[in-house]
Structures are given as C-alpha cells and as structure tokens.
C-alpha cells in the first residue's frame, strides 16, 4: 500500500528564514502528488501540485517543490517565510484515475516574528 | 462562494445516536470523496463517488458507515449508532475526472467536526 512520510512534525523558524519541508512515498510507479495547506480555522487548500514534467513545480505564497523520482521524494521549500505562513502542511500522493488521495501525518509550521 | 460547502460544520451527539452529513461539492465536479481527519493525523480516505456510482467503499470504516449520492450532485454520509471513537473531522473533497486524464484535483470542504459524548 502507499504511504506518505513528512520528517518533521512541528518546524519553528523565524520571519526570513527559509524553509525546507521533506515529503517522501513509497510508491514505485507514475504518481500525482500535492502539497496542501491548512491556516488556523480554515480548511484545506491546494498550495502546488505535481503530475508531469517539469520537476519544479511553483505554487501560490512563493511556495515551490521538486519532484526528485529516483529519490521518491517532494519536498516543499520556500526562500524567505513569513508570519502569516503559520500553518499546518500535507503532502499527498495518488496514482491518479481512480484513486484517492494518501495524506502525510502533516508538518505545523510555526513561524515567529 | 463556488467552493465544497458542508453541513453542519459541528456536530455534538451522544453514543448510540446517528448522524448524518451533506456535502455539496464544486458544481461541475463528477468525483466525490469522503475523508476523515483525527487529531495529528493527515485526512483518510473513506468513500468516493463518480456521479452518483459508489467506487470504492472498502476503506469505510465499519458497516456503520454509509455514504449516498443519489442525483450524481449533493452527498450525505450516515453514522449510526455513534461511538466515542467516531469523533473527528469528516472532510468532502470534489474533483473533475475526464476520461483517460489521470490528472485530477481535489478541492476539500471546511469539514464538519463531530463530537460523540
């Protein structure tokens, strides 16, 4: 079965720092995968997706991530963080047609000013 | 606002009892799914539809657990005789699958948050 690995369970960083956000999966063929994010109080939403070429995907918010196959890994990076990225972060992977999403154990981000 | 809606958005009930949950997704979205969230823990998947056919349902958690969408539209998902360890949040997602185009995003509810004293 799939499964989603995210390393780190609370990141602390201060305002300018740059970040790092590691994503792994298990699955061996042509995978989908996401990042979403969750703000305090809303819901989930789409930061950047990945289906097929380009392996560095940008997203919304400055985000971006880098598909390394042979690694099995997307992780998430953004250069400079700011207060208002404070969030929780999942990553996810499907095989695409009829599957469902696999959700990473989530990664909060605390960022402090 | 064209998002996934959900209702209710909380939900307190006692063990034993059953509830039921509407989600309404992204009006032209043919994909469905049903995700549960518990505390520390990534979304789970449960159920999905394409238009109103039930795909997969293996991953309910118990017969308990029943999902609807009877008009290909709207979706409801049933808990009955509610225990303790139903508490979480149940999250709709909606997507648009074309045929042969294994590229899809889901786009996820605010959730409702369920409760059982």
């Known amino acids: 079965a799939q499964s989603v690995s995210q390393h780190n369970h609370h990141v602390i960083l201060s305002e300018a720092a740059s970040l790092e956000l590691g994503c792994n999966y298990s699955?061996?063929?042509?995978?989908?995968l996401f990042w979403y994010v969750q703000y305090p109080g809303q819901h989930l939403q789409l930061l950047l997706k990945y289906f097929s070429g380009d392996p560095l995907v940008k997203g919304i918010k400055g985000f971006e991530a880098e598909f390394i196959k042979s690694k099995f890994s997307f992780n998430l990076r953004k250069p400079s963080v700011q207060w208002s990225d404070t969030a929780e972060y999942f990553c996810?992977?499907?095989?695409?047609?009829?599957?469902?999403?696999?959700f990473g154990k989530g990664t909060r981000l605390s960022v402090i000013a | 606002d064209t998002g996934v809606s959900q209702d209710p958005r909380h939900k307190i009930t006692k063990r034993g009892q059953n509830v039921t949950f509407r989600c309404d997704p992204i009006s032209e979205h043919n994909r469905l799914y049903w995700y549960r969230q518990t505390l520390g823990q990534g979304p789970e998947f449960l159920t999905y539809?394409?238009?109103?056919?039930?795909?997969?349902k293996s991953r309910l958690l118990s017969d308990r657990f029943s999902a609807e969408r009877p008009k290909g539209s709207f979706s409801t998902l049933e808990i009955q005789r509610t225990e303790q360890g139903d508490s979480a949040m149940y999250l709709c997602?909606?997507?648009?699958?074309?045929?042969?185009?294994?590229?899809?995003?889901?786009?996820f509810g605010p959730g409702t948050r369920l409760l059982v004293l």
């Open positions: 699955y061996g063929g042509t995978v989908n």
């Open positions: 996810a992977v499907n095989l695409g047609g009829n599957t469902p999403l696999v």
């Open positions: 997602a909606s997507s648009l699958s074309s045929e042969g185009l294994f590229q899809e995003t889901q786009y």
């Open positions: 539809f394409q238009n109103e056919a039930q795909l997969e």
